[in-house]
């Protein structure tokens, strides 16, 4: 019992908001001084927070590859030649609903979980976005894909919790880089499968004949046309997929994830207490363990009993000394979190992805849309993509994704490392504007059957490599500004708002500049004159942000004294 209460005593004194001095000398030195994947603490809550992450990518991620075309089997006369632009500005509209359900939503997420919990807030939105995702699929007019689109994205307003409580799980600053590194690893994989899955199993009749076609293993009817749901709904498959990969991820975070927020994380949980039954039972039958007969206590990984500590820190004189706390402050007012700071941080949060979202949906339509042969061309006039079929589409985006990941896992730390949190914002965000410079030139290489494909490879390969560093750059630097760890949810929510309200008006502006560059000649128009604009704007912008790696190496220096 006194290990425990020691042990209490300790995480106090760690706590950010418990409002006492930190005692050099009472502080327990209970990590290596090498911050290294292996010894982050609470890896298991943490895969389990960041599988509950595949719900935006497979939600948002997966009907880019089909996107295009999805459209396009719903259009009045697809054949028409002003299609193409009727066709973008409709896909814009489809991407942009999304996240305005994400910005209609995510303060509400945020100021929710502070008041009952993180683990509801995830639970519930995880079920709405199951139910988003298998209703999308089977709907067959702009309307109620419209109206899906808003629900998955109102649904998925939770990812500021998330980031929350990732914050929450690993509180030491030590580990919060790599911390805040392992959801979007798990993000960025589920995207890389969900752009695979979402091309190659859309409209499963043409694509996966062998399965769904006229003599397909499925048709066991043996319609003359293929299976006949798909015919009727020939993009309902990835959708089935999303659902079913939801659902479990809901009912693993059900059973095994534990609530983190501190007025909450120590009441009972009926999920908990059903997964701890299961894992017995499976431990019990399945894999044959048997009890030695002792009920050893159990320390939560990364948690430290004070018996580590060395006594000569625990008292100079060999008998304890009694420490006074002060009670724990109340949360800020709403008016006091937005200091300077986080304001400025804010809007370097929200510039990323008024660029990037823009990207993310118009170069899959842009690789979607048909070759035309440039016979003039000048250095700004040329229209055409590079007409490209979704499976294709959607394999080589994934492709590039897994490099995203490689990267993530080696590169980022090791520069964040060399030039600080700020610093890699500062390189990502000078890679983006040469790379929105370069990508509509693709359309004057579409005829070219080796040079298009590594002219696209430099262009994705530099767009995941700067999108790899900035995402989560400006995730930590958004905790970092954060005035109070009790509002963390608060200032992820604003966060989370805000990137929403970025990403839905990227898209919008996208579609509507990339119709009227295909009217005018120049399909160039929205690269040029919008993305680059914006990409030179956040790179500006960077160089307000103060850097905070000093601060953090001298609390680490203090904490390992």
Excluded at 30 to 58: G, I, M, Y
């Amino acid at each position: 019992m006194a290990s425990k209460a020691g042990a209490e005593e300790g995480e106090r004194l760690l706590d950010d908001d418990a409002g006492v001095e930190k005692s050099a000398t009472l502080t327990p030195r209970v990590l290596e001084d090498k911050v290294t994947w292996s010894n982050l603490p609470h890896k298991k809550q943490l895969l389990l927070l960041a599988l509950c992450r595949l719900s935006t990518p497979l939600s948002n991620a997966c009907l880019l590859p089909y996107l295009y075309y999805l459209v396009k089997s719903i259009v009045s006369d697809p054949d028409h030649p002003s299609a193409p632009q009727r066709i973008s500005r409709l896909t814009g509209l489809l991407v942009a609903a999304y996240p305005i359900g994400q910005m209609l939503t995510s303060m509400l997420w945020g100021r929710v979980s502070d008041t009952y919990g993180r683990k509801p807030a995830i639970l519930i939105g995880l079920t709405i976005s199951v139910i988003a995702n298998l209703a999308f699929g089977f709907s067959r007019s702009i309307g109620t894909l419209l109206f899906w689109r808003v629900l998955a994205g109102m649904a998925n307003g939770i990812l500021g919790v998330m980031r929350t409580m990732t914050a929450e799980i690993v509180k030491d600053r030590r580990y919060q880089t790599r911390a805040f590194l392992a959801p979007p690893l798990i993000f960025n994989s589920g995207r890389v499968a969900a752009l695979a899955i979402g091309g190659c199993l859309a409209d499963p009749v043409d694509n996966i004949p062998w399965l769904f076609g006229k003599s397909g293993l499925f048709n066991v009817h043996r319609y003359p046309e293929g299976v006949a749901w798909t015919i009727k709904f020939p993009y309902a498959l990835p959708a089935l997929f999303n659902g079913t990969v939801l659902l479990l991820c809901l009912t693993l975070a059900a059973l095994w994830l534990r609530e983190s927020l501190p007025t909450k994380e120590k009441d009972w949980d009926l999920g908990i207490a059903i997964g701890k039954s299961i894992s017995k039972f499976v431990a019990r039958k399945l894999l044959r363990k048997t009890s030695s007969g002792y009920s050893p206590v159990q320390i939560e990984e990364g948690e430290v009993l004070i018996a580590d500590v060395p006594m000569a820190q625990a008292s100079t004189s060999g008998a304890s000394t009694p420490t006074t706390f002060s009670p724990r402050p109340k949360r800020p007012a709403f008016r006091d979190i937005w200091t300077p700071r986080l304001l400025k941080t804010l809007v370097a949060f929200g510039m990323l992805p008024l660029h990037n979202a823009t990207f993310l949906h118009l170069f899959p339509v842009f690789l979607s849309m048909p070759a035309v042969s440039n016979d003039h061309p000048t250095v700004l006039r040329f229209i055409g993509g590079l007409g490209l079929a979704s499976p294709t589409v959607g394999l080589y985006l994934a492709t590039f994704g897994i490099c995203g990941i490689l990267l993530q896992l080696f590169l980022y730390p090791r520069i964040q490392g060399r030039i600080g949190t700020v610093g890699v914002l500062r390189v990502a965000n000078s890679i983006f504007p040469l790379t929105y410079v370069f990508a509509p030139y693709l359309s004057l290489l579409a005829a070219n059957r080796t040079t298009k494909w590594l002219a696209m490879a430099a262009i994705l390969l530099s767009q995941v490599m700067a999108r790899t560093m900035a995402i989560p750059s400006t995730v930590i630097l958004l905790t970092e500004a954060a005035p109070r760890r009790s509002v963390l949810g608060t200032v992820h929510g604003a966060g989370n708002t805000l990137s929403a309200l970025a990403s839905a008006t990227g898209p919008v502006i996208g579609g509507i500049l990339l119709a009227r560059g295909i009217d005018i000649g120049a399909v160039g128009l929205v690269w040029w004159t919008w993305m680059l604009t914006v990409a030179l704007l956040a790179l500006a912008w960077s160089f307000v942000l103060k850097s905070t790696d000093a601060e953090k190496r001298t609390e680490v220096e203090l904490e390992s004294n």
